[in-house]
């Protein structure tokens, strides 16, 4: 039961354990990198408005330079 250890055990499993370590240590970086780049690209867009105009309920919107969704504004 407590035979002799298979030689190169333990150096089979240092090299194991060191580049087990050097995958965990480069996917912490590339989620580092990822997690940064979603953040910034939540960011919401400046919009800039050059008028406002009315839709077709009649109701007043601001004109944007990016349309979005159902509004109805004047790209410019």
């Known amino acids: 039961m407590l035979g002799d250890a298979t030689s190169g055990y333990p150096s089979l499993v240092a ?3 060191f580049l087990g370590g ?7 970086i590339v989620g580092e990198y990822v997690g940064k780049t979603y953040i910034e690209s939540k960011r919401r867009p400046v919009y800039l408005t050059e008028e406002v105009i009315e839709n077709r309920e009649g109701m007043r919107q601001k004109a944007s330079r990016k349309t979005t969704g159902t509004r109805h504004v004047k790209a410019v």
């Open 22 to 28: 050097i995958q965990l240590m480069s996917v912490g």
């Open 15 to 17: 090299i194991i354990s």
